[in-house]
């Protein structure tokens, strides 16, 4: 005989198989809606945070490239400009005129001549005795001293320049030599037919 009031085991097993079956909860990366079982979208996170990388990227780009432009430029900003200066005359020194401006110019030279022997002269030019003298007066004007002295044959003359050297290839001979043939330039350019005394040599004069 059962017991009434309550359920037997049998009762229960009948009606726990009667029961619908329990909710799913909704776990992560689905969601519940009417029914279907739907996966989230995590793609639009993605995407934004790639395209902020991608904002950093191109930002850092251009700080970069304006700190290289600058460094570039230098503190005080763009290098300054190069100017080349104009090209010398072959075997002038790059202070000719100044040298032969700033030389005041000389008296006529005293008679006689100022050779002494063993020591080497400056030759400017040998010819006739209007052109040495006239050739003289000119190279004093500059600043030379310039001698007019007699020459190896009869009727020439010798113009000399002055002061005498032991060696004639020392730095303070080459300095003279260079002095004369920038007067020498002038003296061309001031009437034709004149020479331009690049030709000029020291000599030793043997008395």
């Not at 100022?114 to 052109?131: D, E, F, I, S």
């Not at 003289?136 to 001293?145: E, F, I």
């Not at 040599?201 to 043997?206: D, G, I, L, M, S």
Request: hydrophobic residues 40%.
């Amino acid at each position: 005989m059962q017991r009434r009031g309550k359920a037997t085991l049998y009762e229960l097993m009948r009606k726990g198989a009667g029961d619908p079956a329990p909710s799913r909860p909704a776990g992560a990366g689905f969601s519940l809606g009417s029914g279907a079982i739907e996966p989230r979208r995590p793609w639009k996170a993605w995407a934004i945070l790639g395209l902020l990388v991608a904002v950093a990227v191109v930002v850092t780009g251009i700080v970069l490239m304006r700190d290289r432009a600058s460094n570039e430029q230098g503190p005080g900003g763009p290098p300054p400009s190069t100017v080349t200066p104009p090209a010398m005359p072959k075997g002038a020194p790059a202070s000719t005129p100044a040298l032969s401006q700033a030389k005041p110019a000389l008296p006529a030279a005293a008679a006689g001549d100022p050779r002494k022997a063993g020591l080497n002269y400056l030759v400017v030019m040998t010819g006739p005795t209007a052109a040495s003298a006239e050739l003289t007066t000119y190279l004093r004007s500059k600043g030379l001293d310039a001698w007019q002295v007699s020459g190896n044959n009869a009727g020439l003359s010798k113009v000399i320049v002055l002061p005498a050297s032991t060696t004639g290839s020392d730095q303070a001979a080459e300095t003279l030599k260079n002095e004369v043939k920038a007067v020498g330039r002038l003296w061309k350019a001031a009437k034709a037919g004149n020479p331009d005394l690049s030709d000029c040599y020291y000599e030793k004069y043997k008395g």
